[in-house]
């Protein structure tokens, strides 16, 4: 029976539907393997036996009946930033470690919905902000790969239980690429939908002209079953887009003969570490057998994401994070004086160093004086980044290249460098600043073993066509195949 | 436009997160490094360029002026430090 428990998405629904399996029984197994690996990986902050058997049975009461929704009991976890009601919500920080959501987040209850099983919340740098997990409240997570090296962030614990087998798929968010780095570094699928495709409801915010839903899975098949599930139009969201229902696997199958790929200079220069450039050059000679073209395109100014993105996501998030007082909700310090105080106390006990740091820098930006230098300027070279695009998707159809410059490193070897640290979001901070959607895919491994991810990005609205290319590659490769040791054993 | 510890103390005052002197130095130091990269879109020539505030360029929806929401103040009261009778509790600001 070991092998529904390890299977994906699409086929744990088959061997559920076939009645090859149980959910009670595969969420029960899934959740020895999620204890059994907590104490390795870190990968979560709440782990919920009891309200995911509970879901557990009625999914199988409902595959009984046969009026099952088209994922009923499939065992996931959400990222600890989605709200769940009643189930404890922390943004891995102190300052909400003892909240619990009144209600779900918008794509919550959508996977809800569709018949999907929460084992648990997942794990994540604190508020999002950080590409290594170890910002979190709760202690870093660590790659199944290597659990000496980071399994990047913000979404670390989401992306660590999917690519250990934990749970066959997991949401995440992505601010800056919280999404598609982890999903790099962990040798798994991580999609990141257009912005406004996926409401933000729920989701405490971090950055809210950017923050994205998406989910991981191994598959691009499994992202577009979640993103079934997750998109939508919703009210609660004021920049939720009123689009018609898609499929989002409609295009799976169909031929890539005619893709044209662009290729920007920009994502193929020095920096790149060599395993990773040439696990990309042997990614797109694949597709070039699959029957896609390449073309070079040129984004010159993609190089200034990172400097724009520091000033307007911090600059966003100090605003969002002003609720943050210690007066509705959140941590509230022991002993103050007068009401600034008690501010300033709960906040400073509250908040971490990254986050503090990020707020800071925020509050800075947004200062008398300093916006139309900082804030302003920003906002424009945005325009300038999302003008490269547009002219590059005249040439081409989908922009290909390394979703990170280069695999995991060891934890603790960046944590003293903020700078070096942001550098490592330079590939995808460009499509949260767009708003267009990109997908990490599973396109090799280094000399060290750790897996290396390639960033596939398409012009807006065009999902189905992008995991049509990830799922053609899947097709012709066996990376996403590969699992790492500690699995390999867990599961024989 | 270089960032002066005084500036720190300033930010950190706005922004109501209370700040030690040792943990000011240190946010100081990181700060200056992370302006010193920021500082590189000062550079860049964007005489004409119409800012970019939002992915889409849709306008705000609107709804009808009608009640919608339901009293959940218990249910949001739940999870507060300290309410009373239906209020938050602060420190007295009123002598």
Not at chain 1, 264 to 270: A, I, L, T
Not at chain 2, 13 to 31: G, N, Q
């Amino acid at each position: 029976m070991a092998e529904p428990i390890t299977a994906t998405v699409a086929g744990q629904v088959a061997a559920l539907r076939a009645r090859k399996i149980s959910s009670v029984e595969l969420t029960g197994t899934l959740l020895d393997r999620i204890e059994a690996a907590q104490p390795v990986l870190n990968a979560f902050v709440t782990i919920d036996r009891d309200g995911a058997l509970a879901q557990a049975r009625a999914a199988d009461a409902a595959l009984a009946a046969g009026n099952a929704p088209p994922l009923a009991g499939v065992p996931i976890a959400h990222k600890d930033v989605l709200m769940t009601a009643g189930l404890r919500t922390t943004c891995s920080s102190r300052m909400l470690s003892n909240f619990t959501a009144p209600y779900d987040a918008h794509v919550v209850a959508g996977l809800k919905d569709a018949g999907t099983v929460l084992v648990g919340k997942t794990n994540m740098d604190e508020f999002a902000m950080g590409s290594s997990n170890e910002t979190s409240f709760f202690g870093p997570v660590r790659n199944p790969w290597n659990v000496d090296y980071v399994p990047g962030g913000s979404s670390g614990g989401s992306a660590a239980a999917v690519a250990a087998r934990l749970v066959p798929a997991a949401t995440g968010t992505d601010t800056g690429g919280s999404i598609r780095q982890p999903a790099s570094l962990t040798g798994i699928c991580g999609l990141k939908p257009t912005y406004g495709v996926c409401s933000r409801y729920g989701l405490i915010a971090f950055a809210s002209s950017l923050d994205t839903p998406g989910m991981f899975a191994r598959t691009a098949e499994d992202c577009g079953l979640l993103l079934n599930a997750m998109a939508g139009h919703d009210p609660r969201d004021s920049t939720s887009l009123e689009r018609p229902r898609e499929d989002f696997t409609r295009d799976l199958a169909l031929p890539l003969a005619g893709l044209r790929i662009g290729l920007p200079r920009e994502y193929f220069g020095d920096g790149i570490d060599p395993d990773v450039a040439a696990a990309i050059e042997a990614a797109l000679a694949e597709y070039r057998k699959l029957g896609a073209t390449t073309v070079d395109v040129a984004l010159p100014n993609v190089k200034l994401s990172v400097p724009v993105y520091y000033v307007i996501a911090p600059a966003e998030a100090s605003s969002n994070l002003s609720r943050f007082d210690g007066v509705r909700y959140g941590h509230r310090a022991e002993v103050y004086g007068d009401l600034l105080d008690m501010y300033k106390k709960s906040r400073a006990e509250g908040f971490g160093a990254e986050v503090k740091r990020r707020i800071l820098t925020g509050t800075y930006v947004l200062s008398h004086g300093y916006y139309d230098a900082y804030y302003l300027k920003a906002q424009q070279v945005r325009r300038l980044i999302a003008d490269d695009f547009t002219r590059a998707y005249q040439q081409c159809d989908m922009i290909m290249g390394p979703t990170a410059p280069a695999p995991a490193f060891r934890i603790g070897d960046k944590t003293d460098d903020p700078v070096q640290m942001y550098l490592n979001d330079i590939f995808t901070i460009a499509a949260n600043l767009t708003g267009a959607p990109a997908i990490s895919i599973p396109a090799g491994f280094d000399r060290r073993g750790l897996p290396i991810g390639m960033q596939i990005q398409s012009n807006y609205f065009t999902e189905a066509r992008l995991l049509n290319v990830a799922h053609r590659f899947q097709q012709a490769t066996d990376w996403h195949l590969r699992a790492p040791v500690m699995c390999r054993e867990a599961t024989s | 436009m270089a960032l002066t510890l005084a500036d720190v103390h300033r930010i950190a005052h706005l922004a109501r997160i209370e700040i030690d002197a040792a943990a000011a130095d240190e946010v100081h130091s990181k700060l200056l490094a992370i302006f010193a990269m920021i500082n590189e879109l000062q550079a860049v020539d964007t005489t004409g360029i119409v800012p970019m505030a939002h992915a889409q360029d849709v306008m705000l929806p609107l709804r009808d002026d009608v009640v919608t929401a339901q009293d959940q103040r218990a249910l949001y009261q739940g999870v507060a430090p300290a309410v009373d009778g239906g209020l938050y509790l602060v420190p007295r600001v009123v002598e």
